[in-house]
Nanobody, 115 residues
Framework: QVQLVESGGGLVQPGGSLRLSCAASGINISLYTMHWYRQGPENQRELFANIFSDGATNYLDAVKGRFTVSRDNAKNTMYLQMNDLKPEDTAVYYC?????????WGQGTQVTVAS
């Protein structure tokens, strides 16, 4: 079964850090472009970071310089290191890829930034 499972969300104060994980099964993530999305309250789901099969990354301006995407091929897991978190980063965070014809999503993990 092909599956993505996010973890690592939680409540953090402004300026704090969190690291999210996206563990994959049934798919070798090193062969695919992987994405991080987020959906805040009353917002559309927003694509904000990608990691390509060659390891290159790109980011939405809103998170550039604060968020870093990485991948551990041995663990078949993608990570999102989030630093200097802001209240506007509050959202459910999802990992995603397109596997064959399937748009594959994890269940999401809640990140809340509040004092």
């Amino acid at each position: 079964q092909v599956q993505l499972v996010e973890s690592g969300g939680g409540l953090v104060q402004p300026g704090g850090s969190l690291r999210l994980s996206c563990a994959a099964s049934g798919i070798n993530i090193s062969l695919y472009t992987m994405h991080w999305y987020r959906q805040g309250p009353e917002n559309q789901r927003e694509l904000f970071a990608n990691i390509f099969s060659d390891g290159a990354t790109n980011y939405l301006d809103a998170v550039k310089g604060r968020f870093t995407v990485s991948r551990d091929n041995a663990k078949n897991t993608m990570y999102l290191q989030m630093n200097d978190l802001k209240p506007e980063d509050t959202a459910v965070y999802y990992c995603n890829t397109v596997y064959r014809t399937q748009n594959l999503w994890g269940q999401g993990t809640q990140v809340t930034v509040a004092s």
